[in-house]
DNA sequence: GTCTATAACCTGATAGAC
DNA sequence: GTCTATCAGGTTATAGAC
């Protein structure tokens, strides 16, 4: 019972602006983002915006850690798991980050663009170090010391998110529909796993 | 013979300002770029910049069109080429894209991201209606009729161009330093059509 | 806690001299 | 073609009333 007593009809000005803040930035980049357009989505005006956060930058740090331990915190339980076997970890990990994705499609082409402009900002604050020396690849490094296992898991990672880093792409290009995009995407949930175990075993 | 006539000794200003744009606009984006900071580090004027491109928008135009140009025109060509198998063409891809991104390790990353906050803007003007119709995609629908074409044309794509992606995010986080980037890239150029045709006969 | 008004600053673009 | 100086507009952040 750590958190403050509060009236819980409905949300606080506080979650407002996180809420809006989470929406604007994801779509349009730290940069292209105004402090008004956040106060305007949230319904509030601009000076709350400070006086709850002090400035934009400060903001902008606490979305983007908040969104990057909800990235981390679906995979590196799930890799780190010493019940489950590799192929168990590989299609958990392609099932349940694919759902998370499916609820934040632009995440990861933000973080990593975000990431890329100002480097050393966030990354070192970020559980890395969890999934580079996770249960995950000591198994990789059994069934295949002749391979590198971040390579691997690179694999893992890029099969499962790339259709998402490329969707606005696509989409626009008239690829396919938001609909033809959920179907692949549910397609790959099935055949990644499958994909994975044929590069296992390849020689 | 169309170009100018033209001293050939240095770069011309034009030049110069390009070089220049290429570099600030890859690396911050095109929100967080000043045009102060393109006419510092081409050595110039600021006002030479709006002198030869009339805005930050147009050069930006330009730039972005080059870039995704040089993208597109190194995989188009190869995935059209009806002399060659499915294999040859994986193998092709592998090998002239990694070289290519090599050279230009951000590029990804900025068309993407620039993409994704602005859709409309240049995506109409790619030929990625040339990669979706190509013969790659007729020879993949021959071979695995099963397999939903783009789907897997999504793979070749991931696993060559995630590394560079998630590159910033692991390099900041001391997964690895920029050799041993290259030595990891170096192997993925043999390993991805080996695991390309493993996956390829996946059933 | 929430608002309006405004300060302080930054950025793209241009005018005009050379 | 290239420069300096400056304008016009927009942005973050704060002061101060309620």
């Keep these: 019972m750590a958190k403050k007593a509060k009236k819980e009809t409905d949300l606080s000005t506080e979650e ?19 402090t008004r357009d ?28 908040e969104k990057a331990a909800s990235l981390f915190g679906t995979i590196i339980p799930i890799l780190n798991d010493t019940t489950l076997s590799l192929e168990q970890k590989i299609t958990e ?48 490094q059994e069934r295949r010391p002749d391979l590198h296992p971040v390579s691997f898991m690179m694999n893992l990672l890029g099969l499962t998110v790339f259709p998402f880093i490329i969707k606005p792409v696509l989409m626009t ?15 790959r949930i099935a055949l990644i796993p499958k994909w994975m175990n044929a590069m296992l075993k390849s020689k």
């Design 173 to 187: 290009a008239g690829a396919f529909n938001e609909k033809a995009f959920s179907t692949r995407i549910e397609e």
């Design 93 to 140: 990990v392609s099932q349940k980050y694919t759902a998370f994705l499916l609820e934040n499609p632009g995440l990861p082409l933000f973080i990593m663009s975000e990431v890329g402009m100002n480097p050393n900002q966030f990354v070192n604050k970020l559980p890395i170090g969890k999934a580079l020396e996770s249960h995950f690849i000591k198994q990789l």
């Design 16 to 34: 407002k602006i996180k809420a809006a803040a989470r929406l604007v930035f994801t779509k349009k980049g730290y940069a292209a983002t105004r």
């Design 38 to 65: 956040i106060a305007e989505a949230a319904g509030i005006n601009l000076a709350l915006l400070n006086y709850y956060f002090r400035s934009k930058e400060k903001l902008f740090e606490l979305i983007m850690m």
